[in-house]
């Protein structure tokens, strides 16, 4: 997949995130992940620039739960 590539399709998403295709599917038909349909198919392809944003948004989202859910180590060891 190049790396100049304005869209990249579902199984390129899948690729950058290390999950499968169908949960990238999961995600873009939830409105998770913005994407946009093209060609008479119906192919789904999802923007660069978006997929970077929708990893952003994950990690802030990661941070606020660390926050609010501090790790206690276990007493008993």
Do not use: C
């Not at 392809?45 to 944003?53: A, H, I, M, T, W």
């Amino acid at each position: 997949m190049p790396e100049t590539s304005r869209f990249l399709t579902l199984a390129d998403v899948a690729e950058v995130l290390n999950t499968s295709s169908a949960q990238v599917y999961a995600l873009v038909r939830r409105g998770e992940l913005p994407a946009i349909k093209i060609g008479g198919r119906g192919q789904w392809r999802v923007e660069r620039s978006r997929l970077e944003d929708y990893i952003a948004e994950q990690y802030r989202q990661a941070e606020q739960y660390v926050a609010e859910h501090p790790f206690v180590e276990s007493e008993e060891r």
